[in-house]
């Protein structure tokens, strides 16, 4: 089965500060997805990933995957309080099963 | 995009009971997913909820401990049976984003019923 770790697991920055959060996974990746997760509360899709080599931007939140597509990283520009959650990377081979990460808690301080 | 609505959003249950979960999705879906995400956890895909057929469960679930119910395209039910703490969890359903016919590679996830049993 396929295994996903993500790195650090707990996050705290300043405001303002860039971070990444970093996936990798023991298989290669047909479909990484990245989702954040308010305490409690359900899942927000955030970007889907499936090339080598894909970069991905939403706002402030840049996601890419290697070439290899066994690793995936999350950068933040200028963090806000509003980005502070939990941070879960998925894959799958199709877009319906996901394996999970273990998750980045992201506190960011005002 | 599409908009899931979870009952009950939250409660607290004594041990040996049964409870529900209710998931409602803004469109009509082919498949729904039933995960739990255990506290300090990740999710783990507990099944598949297939509307005209049995659910398809992952290793280490089973029909007995979680009886699935899908009685049309835009509904489906979980219920966690005999409660254990064990089972004190958030509770998500979710559903693959399309396009037409097609996949778009987004899944969208209800905002997940937190179980407590005591």
């Known amino acids: 089965s396929q295994e996903l770790e993500q790195s650090p697991q707990s996050l705290i920055v300043q405001e303002g500060k860039n971070l990444t959060i970093n996936c990798t996974s023991s298989?290669?990746?047909?479909?990484l997805y990245w989702y954040k997760q308010k305490y409690g509360e359900g899942l927000i899709f955030l970007m889907m990933?499936?090339?080598?080599?894909e970069e991905k931007s939403h706002e402030k939140i840049t996601a890419k995957l290697d070439e290899k597509k066994q690793q995936s990283s999350l950068h933040i520009t200028a963090s806000q309080p509003s980005h502070a959650g939990i941070y879960l990377c998925?894959?799958?081979?199709?877009?319906?099963?996901?394996?999970f990460g273990s998750g980045t808690q992201l506190t960011v301080l005002p | 995009s599409a908009v899931i609505s979870q009952k009950p959003s939250r409660d607290i249950c004594q041990r040996g009971t049964s409870l529900t979960i209710q998931c409602q999705v803004d469109s009509q879906v082919t498949m729904m997913f039933w995960y739990r995400q255990q506290p300090g956890q990740s999710l783990t895909l507990i099944a598949t909820a297939n509307q005209g057929s049995e659910a398809t469960y992952e290793s280490g679930f089973v029909i007995d401990k979680f009886p699935i119910s899908r009685p049309n395209l835009t509904f489906s039910t979980l219920t966690v049976s005999n409660m254990s703490p064990e089972d004190s969890s958030i509770y998500l359903c979710?559903?693959?984003?399309?396009?037409?016919?097609?996949?778009?590679?987004?899944?969208?996830f209800g905002e997940g019923s937190r179980l407590t049993v005591l």
């Open positions: 979710s559903v693959a984003g399309t396009s037409g016919t097609s996949n778009t590679g987004e899944l969208f």
């Open positions: 998925g894959a799958g081979g199709s877009a319906r099963q996901l394996t």
């Open positions: 298989k290669t990746l047909y479909g």
């Open positions: 990933l499936q090339k080598g080599g």
